[in-house]
């Protein structure tokens, strides 16, 4: 399976930087289309086990350099332009697209680069650890389907990561600390004993294709949107710059403050509870205080590498006190934080988060993106930028878009899980809606007085597509 299966799926990439390019078929290419995507695959799609299998060398010997890592994914026109149709995936969500779907996501197709407005019928990814690699690579597939396909839009992302390694977006916060685990020394590796689990059923992941002979292919369906971040609006909004504020100019911030465990105000704690992390990744239902050792002695939480290991589960009530129902990661995966559901059922829909941060500041192929842009990125940093042409590639894998991703961005960004409907409130970050019933407490973990909330729409979404990544196997018998 894994010699069929593509990259990136079961394990991120890993590389510092990429070219995602979206393409149209033109017209009448079909058969040299065909061929090309035969040939690509056949020699330079990068399959599950290469990828392990350099992984394992690179853990083994930190000077080995895996090289460019490469996967190709389909839209459902793209099946019908490869005569494909008998064999496109069945799901009518993919069949549909992302932009006729906008009703449930709140998206507004009209607002989108223009690159994502029309039809887009493949995306290539190409990720290297150096930049100049990335791009000769990506300039070489651009002129290698030139015949067939018009480029889109060559879409360049690079990874953000703090001093000590952690991996971020551009509002600060570390980003993809919570993933669903499909491989034994990933599972293995968690901390024991422990509160959550990350183990999960690899159906939640792979979509099976037409079973030939004894051999059995995998593929999956990848949803990719690009997110617009608003990171001086942001930083103002939560409060993150209060301390900068010269006296004569007015506290700009939208979050009430709150006091943490020991009745002192925390400048870093509102935007916590509206994220559900600390910046650097501490869960605020564990803590009231990023660095404050206020829990018990038996709690092993290291500051340079956040822990996955909790659950809601002593944070329950009419109003969540220490991570509110409407919290970013709460809402993207209660775990056992919701009494009115079944823990078991809530993991059916988690998805596997993929994505990158982008900066289309450095949208020139001759404009090297420099170390101290993707490296030791500070606070100052990323205010610097005001939140112009920055933000997130979003991307994620799940064996179904409509019980997966649009029940995450559909309903439950918009606030329809929490169990109690005055408070639960929307997805600060990722909802497109506007919504005021969301309340923070005067401090955290203490039962009384409430103030409201209104903190949204500092996330725009630029536009996007649904994909399915197939089979190695599939690619080789166009």
């Excluded at 024991?192 to 079973?211: A, F, G, H, M, S």
């Excluded at 900068?244 to 935007?271: C, F, H, M, Q, Y």
């Excluded at 509110?324 to 919701?338: F, S, V």
Aim: net charge negative; charged share 25%; hydrophobic share 35%.
């Amino acid at each position: 399976m894994l010699t069929s299966l593509q990259a990136n799926i079961l394990k991120f990439h890993g590389r510092n930087f990429a070219h995602h390019l979206f393409f149209r078929f033109i017209d009448g290419q079909s058969e040299p289309a065909a061929t090309w995507i035969k040939e690509f695959a056949s020699t330079r799609l990068t399959t599950a086990l290469k990828q392990l299998e350099d992984s394992k060398l690179r853990r083994s010997d930190q000077n080995f350099d895996g090289g460019p890592i490469f996967t190709l994914s389909l839209a459902a026109t793209g099946y019908d332009f490869l005569n494909k149709n008998d064999q496109k995936p069945d799901s009518i969500t993919f069949q549909n697209r992302m932009r006729n779907n906008s009703d449930l996501l709140l998206d507004s197709p009209d607002d989108w680069d223009k690159e994502f407005t029309g039809q887009i019928d493949l995306l290539i990814i190409v990720a290297d650890d150096n930049n100049a690699t990335a791009s000769d690579e990506a300039s070489q597939i651009i002129s290698q389907t030139a015949p067939f396909a018009v480029l889109l839009k060559n879409q360049r992302g690079n990874v953000l990561k703090t001093e000590v390694g952690v991996g971020i977006e551009h509002f600060g916060y570390a980003d993809g600390v919570s993933q669903p685990m499909y491989l034994a020394d990933e599972i293995n590796d968690q901390e024991q004993p422990r509160i959550w689990d990350d183990k999960t059923n690899l159906d939640r992941l792979l979509v099976k294709e037409d079973k030939i002979d004894t051999n059995e292919f995998y593929g999956s369906y990848l949803v990719f949107r690009k997110l617009n971040q608003n990171v001086l609006a942001f930083k103002d909004a939560e409060g993150d710059n209060r301390e900068a504020l010269p006296s004569t100019k007015p506290d700009t911030a939208l979050l009430p403050r709150v006091k943490d465990s020991s009745g002192n105000d925390n400048i870093e704690l509102p935007g916590a509870m509206i994220v559900g992390r600390f910046e650097n990744g501490t869960p605020v239902t564990m803590r009231s205080n990023e660095f404050q050792n206020d829990l018990p002695p038996t709690a092993n939480l290291n500051p340079h590498r956040p822990t996955n290991d909790f659950d809601y589960s002593d944070d329950i009530g009419e109003l969540a006190l220490k991570c509110p129902y409407h919290a970013h990661i709460r809402l993207m995966n209660p775990r056992n934080g919701d009494p009115k559901a079944d823990p078991s059922d809530l993991r059916t829909h988690r998805i596997t988060r993929r994505g990158m941060p982008y900066d289309d500041n450095f949208d020139n192929e001759n404009v090297r993106i420099p170390d101290e842009h993707i490296l030791s990125i500070t606070d100052d940093m990323l205010k610097k930028q005001k939140g112009i042409n920055v933000g997130l590639l979003f991307m994620c894998y799940q064996n179904d878009i409509a019980n997966a991703f649009e029940i995450l961005q559909g309903f439950w960004a918009q606030g329809d899980i929490a169990p109690n409907a005055d408070l639960k409130g929307i997805d600060s970050i990722i909802s497109q809606a506007s919504q005021d019933s969301r309340v923070l407490p005067e401090q955290w973990g203490v039962q009384g007085k409430v103030n409201p909330v209104k903190f949204d729409h500092f996330v725009t979404m630029k536009g996007g597509e649904y994909f399915f990544t197939p089979s190695k196997n599939f690619l080789m018998n166009l």
